[in-house]
C-alpha cells in the first residue's frame, strides 16, 4: 500500500545515537543507498525528504506493496536471505510469527535500542521482543478506533451531524446498526450505511477481549463466542442493506470516496490519512470523527524492523530509529493522523489540542490520546494477519451471495485450522 525502495548515504549521524557502517549500494554522485519496504500510508514521503536534506550523502527510495503482498513477500525474502529492503515494516498482526525468527533481523538491542525503550508504550515495546529478549523492530504508530463519518450524508437521511450527538447514536454496534437501517430509510440513493463488512468486523474483533489467539498460540476463533456474535452482527446489517459490500483498500473501495458512497467507515487512527487521499481535497470538511460504539479498541499499528540480510544494517538502524523517534512520530500525527506509540506526546499540548481541518476541524488530538491511554491491546497470534484476510474474504462471499453467513463462517473456520 505504499512506494518502494529507499536509498540511504553513507553519512555519520549527529544524533543520540550514532551507529557506523556503509550502504546497501551507491548511487550516481557517490551517495549511498538503501531501501523501505512499507504498505499503507506511513506518512514519510516529507520525512525521508528531510532525511536526506540533513544527510546530502543519502539518496532514500521506498517500494510499497499491498498490506498482504509485502508481508508474504518479506517472509519470502527472509527465508532466502535475498531480497528484503534494507528497513521493512511489519503489521501488528504479523508482528508474533517474524518475531519468531529473530536471527533473521538485527538485536536493535544490539545498536542502542536498550538506551531508547522508554520512548515507547511498554506493550509496544514488548510486541516486538523475541522470547530469548531479542528487540526486532522499533515501534510506529498505534491503531486506536474512532469512526469517521459523512456529517451532509447524514444530515440528507435526517439525522444528526454534530459529532457528539453522532456518537450518542451508537454506544454500542447494535446501536451503531439501528442507526443504519433508520439513514437507510431516507438516504440519498446508492448511498449505503458503511463501506463493506469486513471493516465493521475488524473494529469489532478489534474490540474483544480474546481475538484470533490465545496467549498459548493456539486458534480459538472456532470457540470464541464474541467474535462469532460480532460476524452474526455485521452479517445481519449486511443483508439489511447497510453495506456498499467494497473490501478495504481495494480499488473499488477507493472509488467509494471519491463518488461518496457510503457514510460511516470504522477508523483507527491511520484510517485518516487514506480518506484524505481518496476522497481528495473536494471533500474536505464534509468528514468527520467521532467516537466508535463500544468506547475503545485497537486496529492496527507497525513496527520498523532491519533485516540482518542488509549490506549497510547499521544505517538502516539509524534511519529506523530516527523516522520512529518523538519529534518524528509528532509530525506523522499531523501530517497523516497515525497516533503515536510515544506516550509522552499524550501530554503534549501541540498534538493533544491538535485539530484537523480535512475533518471539520475534529479534535482528533484529544479523541485519540484519550483512546490511547484506556488501550488494552488484545494478543496477537503469528498469523494473525492472515486470518484477519481470511475473515474478510469470507464476509465479502456473503455480500456478494456466494453463501449465507453460516456456511461462509464454517468454511472460514476450516480454512483457518488447515
Known amino acids: 500500500m505504499r512506494p518502494t525502495a529507499l536509498a540511504i548515504g553513507c553519512a555519520s549521524l549527529a544524533t543520540a545515537l550514532v551507529l557506523s557502517g556503509c550502504g546497501s549500494g551507491t548511487a550516481s554522485g557517490g551517495k549511498t543507498k538503501l531501501s523501505i519496504g512499507l504498505f499503507g500510508n506511513f506518512g514519510y ?7 536526506e536534506s540533513t544527510h546530502p550523502d543519502v539518496e532514500i527510495t521506498d517500494r510499497t506493496a499491498s498490506y498482504s503482498d509485502h508481508h508474504k513477500n518479506l517472509a519470502a525474502h527472509l527465508a532466502t536471505n535475498s531480497g528484503a529492503a ?5 503489521d501488528t498482526g504479523y508482528i ?18 536498550d538506551q531508547l525503550k522508554d520512548r515507547w508504550l511498554p506493550w509496544k515495546w514488548e510486541g516486538s521482543l523475541s522470547k530469548d529478549g531479542k528487540q526486532i523492530g522499533y515501534g510506529t504508530d498505534v491503531g486506536g478506533l474512532a469512526i469517521c463519518y459523512r456529517r451532509d450524508l447524514l444530515q440528507n437521511a435526517g439525522l444528526p451531524a454534530d459529532r457528539e450527538q453522532v456518537a450518542a447514536l451508537w454506544p454500542t454496534w447494535q446501536d451503531f446498526m439501528a442507526a443504519g437501517k433508520k439513514f437507510q430509510e431516507k438516504a440519498p440513493e446508492g448511498v449505503k450505511w458503511f463501506d463493506g463488512g469486513p471493516t465493521v468486523l475488524n473494529a469489532i474483533v478489534g474490540q474483544a477481549s480474546v481475538g484470533y489467539y490465545d496467549k498459548s498460540d493456539k486458534i480459538v476463533v472456532g470457540e470464541n463466542k464474541e467474535i462469532k456474535a460480532a460476524w452474526d452482527l455485521v452479517v445481519d446489517g449486511v443483508q439489511s ?47 468527520d470523527v467521532t467516537s466508535v460504539p463500544g468506547g475503545g479498541g485497537n486496529w492496527g499499528g507497525s513496527y520498523l524492523t532491519v533485516p540482518k540480510s542488509g549490506k549497510n544494517v547499521d544505517k538502516a538502524v539509524e534511519l529506523a530509529a530516527w523516522l520512529t523517534a518523538p519529534e518524528q512520530q509528532a509530525k506523522v500525527f499531523k501530517s497523516a493522523g497515525l497516533l503515536p506509540s510515544i506516550p509522552k506526546l499524550y501530554e503534549d499540548p501541540s498534538i493533544v ?27 496477537q497470534g503469528p498469523k494473525a494477519g492472515d486470518i484477519q484476510t481470511a ?10 451471495g456466494k453463501q449465507n453467513g453460516e456456511d461462509s463462517w464454517r468454511q472460514f473456520v476450516a480454512d483457518v485450522q488447515k
Open 241 to 287: 442493506g447497510l453495506s456498499s459490500k467494497l473490501l478495504f483498500s481495494t480499488p473499488v473501495w477507493n472509488t467509494g470516496f471519491k463518488q461518496g458512497q457510503f457514510a460511516t467507515v470504522t477508523c483507527p487512527a491511520w484510517q485518516m490519512a487514506k480518506i484524505k487521499d481518496q476522497a481528495g481535497p473536494e471533500a474536505a470538511g464534509k468528514w
Open 96 to 113: 508474533n510469527q517474524f518475531k519468531a525468527t529473530p536471527d533473521k533481523f538485527v538485536d536493535l538491542n544490539t545498536k542502542g535500542g
Open 353 to 379: 489540542d491538535y485539530k484537523n481541518p480535512y475533518f471539520n476541524d475534529a479534535p482528533i488530538g484529544k479523541l485519540f490520546t484519550d483512546a490511547a491511554k484506556k488501550l488494552n491491546p488484545q494478543y
Open 45 to 51: 514521503a516529507e520525512l525521508l525528504k528531510e532525511y
Open 391 to 400: 475473515i474478510g474474504n469470507a464476509m465479502q462471499r456473503v455480500e456478494q
Open 86 to 90: 534494507d528497513v521493512e515494516a511489519v
